[in-house]
């Protein structure tokens, strides 16, 4: 028997299947998934790709991986990842610089942390309340909870910082009173007021740390608020007041979220939120209450520093009573000493008295008295002028002969 040929329906059925496929071949091409366009890039097409596959996606991916080896981190990440310096051992001694306030004080004190790690004779010590305030004194009292703090710790210096939770409405008077109102700004300094002096009654140092801006701008302008009310109190009490605000803000005094860090290079300073610090941003606040802090801590701050004796601590800031008066001077009066109050004019009595004249030259020019004119010299103009020779007469004058016809 022969072998059967195949019906021609089957050979007219592989023949439409044949073309459907290949029409539908180019619309799968022209519109790749991401998947298959990434599955379909690493397929061999040719007869040698099948072949040597392997080798040719190995040489394309070399490119790759060089260029990833050779990118440098950038100056932020390499600030990032600066590893923090490793902490010494405490003197027993050791001066306590306090730390009170909300969240933005429990980030300076981190900062500060980092900055006298390395100090054995400076210790930070954090007693912060992330949620608090002088608003909501049913939540947490400042007022009443500052002193045993302060006999606990027993410090030789406190900062504060906070306010930043301070945007709330206040009860004076069993009425809620607006923000920034009159009765509210009042009843705000006199709770800042008592807080301040609960420090220097104890004859601490204080050292307030003004707000930094905000990515709300009305939160900004609130805190710029809040930091002339801080200001004010802390200079009255003889504290010192530490600005902050244009560490935190553009070239046109706008918030921003970047900036130069304490070296120099521009870094995170803000978290998304606008509000939080960064690591990086506890630092630079931390870097701005450095200079005071170590002006008042003295020989404190060194870091081989192996005693601290009880003179090596200045504890005093400069009194309220101990500020000089500062008065108008009046100006002084060219006309005479008598008309501004006083007898002599400045210097007067170390006044050299003039002695006489005794050269021409100085009697020229003290009395103005001018020498006597040599006789005939053009500077005689006395009366009558002197003849210095006797005229010649009119024949002996002439020098050319008349010519007559």
Same mark, same amino acid.
């Given at each position: ?35 298959? /366009? ?14 040597? %596959? ?18 440098? #981190?950038? /100056? ?59 608003? +909501?004194?049913?939540?947490?009292? &400042? ?25 709330? *409405? ?13 009765? &509210? ?12 002096? *609960? ?8 050292? &307030? ?37 244009? %560490? ?42 450095? +200079? ?29 009573? *101990?500020? #000089? ?21 400045? %210097? ?8 006489? !004249? ?28 002197? /003849?210095?020779?006797?005229? !010649? ?13």
């Amino acid at each position: 028997m022969g072998l059967r040929r195949p019906p021609k329906c089957w050979i007219f059925r592989a023949a439409v299947t044949l073309i459907l496929v290949m029409a539908a071949a180019p619309w799968l091409v022209v519109h790749p998934t991401p998947a298959f /366009a990434q599955e379909e890039s690493a397929r061999p097409r040719t007869i040698f790709g099948l072949l040597f %596959g392997r080798r040719d996606r190995a040489t394309e991916r070399q490119p790759e991986s060089t260029t990833r080896s050779r990118a440098r #981190p950038s /100056a932020s990440a390499s600030a990032a990842a600066a590893p923090e310096p490793e902490a010494v051992e405490k003197l027993p001694n050791a001066r306590v610089v306090l730390v009170v306030g909300d969240f933005l004080a429990d980030g300076l004190a981190e900062g500060l942390t980092t900055a006298y790690a390395q100090s054995p004779g400076v210790r930070i010590v954090a007693r912060a309340n992330g949620s608090s305030g002088f608003v +909501r004194d049913d939540y947490y009292d &400042w007022q009443s909870e500052l002193g045993p703090i302060l006999d606990e710790e027993k410090p030789a210096i406190v900062v504060f910082m906070i306010g930043s939770n301070d945007r709330q *409405q206040l009860v004076v008077d069993e009425t809620r009173e607006k923000v920034r109102s009159e009765k &509210w700004t009042e009843e705000y300094t006199r709770r800042v007021e008592n807080i301040a002096k *609960q420090v220097r009654d104890r004859n601490l140092p204080l050292f &307030w740390v003004g707000l930094p801006s905000f990515k709300s701008s009305s939160m900004s302008t609130d805190m710029l608020a809040f930091n002339d009310i801080y200001r004010t109190v802390t200079e009255n009490v003889g504290g010192e007041f530490i600005d902050i605000w244009d %560490g935190f803000v553009d070239e046109n005094g706008a918030f921003s979220s970047v900036g130069p860090d304490m070296n120099g290079q521009r870094v995170r300073l803000r978290g998304s939120d606008g509000i939080n610090l960064t690591r990086a941003g506890k630092r630079k606040v931390a870097f701005y209450v450095e +200079r005071p802090l170590n002006r008042v801590l003295g020989p404190a701050v060194g870091s081989g520093v192996a005693s601290l004796g009880p003179n090596d601590f200045v504890p005093m800031l400069i009194e309220p009573e *101990q500020i #000089p008066d500062i008065t108008r001077t009046n100006p002084i009066a060219l006309g005479g000493a008598e008309l501004d109050g006083g007898e002599s004019l400045l %210097g007067a009595g170390r006044m050299v008295p003039p002695r006489e !004249a005794r050269t021409l030259v100085e009697k020229l020019a003290v009395e103005g008295i001018a020498p006597p004119a040599h006789a005939g010299r053009a500077d005689d103009f006395s009366t009558p002028p002197y /003849a210095a020779t006797p005229q !010649a007469s009119p024949a002996s004058t002439e020098t050319t002969t008349a010519i007559s016809d």
